[in-house]
């Protein structure tokens, strides 16, 4: 059974850092794109990053370039984002999703259950 | 940027009602569309893919068509655990999210 479980949220000052993990488990984690996902309180989703299986590629959304990175340890088989210079506006669930491999790397098969990061004076 | 823009942004509708949902791209994504549920307080559950293929376990009553601009997600018949919110969302370069319809039981 596939599994994602993310951790690290919590609260943070604007310009402050946070580091967010994701663990995966049931899959054959270096196979598959993994991406982070997030939702501010009551709002949509948006797509925040994506890391290749090899972790030799990785995309961000315009919003975080520059400011957020995404990573991976494929020996331990987890995924990371690196939060820095935070934003208000970054306050939102983030979600670690794996990428659907067989059916594209931009298809999101699999969801954890989300990490709350606040960012707030 | 790809735009996605989705109709209605919310619908009440009745059991065993047929329920549609319209997303439009702001450029031609080919059939590069999902589309997703989210029931409150939990994640998003991805429900079709490529714009028209049903995930593995997703009831036959979900369904989608469409390509280039613009697609159509179905409920044939609405069932009371189909209360969510449901997304579109295209990659045909970076993903990107519609904004979401919020589907209710009249």
């Known amino acids: 059974e596939v599994q994602l479980v993310e951790s690290g949220g919590g609260v943070v000052q604007p310009g402050g850092s946070l580091r967010l993990s994701c663990a995966a488990s049931?899959?054959?984690?270096?196979?598959?794109?993994m991406h982070w996902v997030r939702q501010a309180p009551g709002k949509g989703l948006e797509w925040v990053s994506l890391?290749?299986?090899?972790?030799?590629?990785?995309y961000y959304a315009d919003s975080v370039k520059g400011r957020f990175t995404i990573s991976r340890d494929n020996s331990k088989n987890s995924l990371y984002l690196q939060m820095n210079s935070l934003r208000t506006e970054d306050t939102a669930l983030y979600y670690c999703?794996?990428?659907?491999?067989?059916?594209?790397?931009?298809?999101?098969?699999?969801w954890g259950q989300g990490t709350l990061v606040t960012v707030s004076s | 940027d790809i735009q996605m823009t989705q109709s209605p942004s919310s619908l009440s509708a009745s059991v065993g009602d047929r329920v549609t949902i319209t997303c439009q791209a702001s450029?031609?994504?080919?059939?590069?569309l999902n589309w997703y549920q989210q029931k409150p307080g939990k994640a998003p559950k991805l429900l079709i893919y490529?714009?028209?293929n049903l995930e593995t376990g997703v009831p036959s009553r979900f369904s989608g068509s469409g390509s280039g601009t613009d697609f159509t997600f179905t409920i044939s018949s609405l069932q009371p655990e189909d209360i969510a919110t449901y997304y579109c969302?295209?990659?045909?370069?970076?993903?990107?999210f519609g904004p979401g319809t919020k589907v209710d039981i009249k």
């Open positions: 049931g899959f054959t984690f270096d196979d598959y794109a």
């Open positions: 490529d714009a028209s």
């Open positions: 450029q031609d994504i080919s059939n590069y």
């Open positions: 999703a794996k990428g659907a491999g067989d059916y594209g790397d931009y298809v999101f098969d699999y």
């Open positions: 969302q295209q990659y045909d370069n970076l993903p990107g």
């Open positions: 890391i290749s299986g090899d972790g030799g590629s990785t």
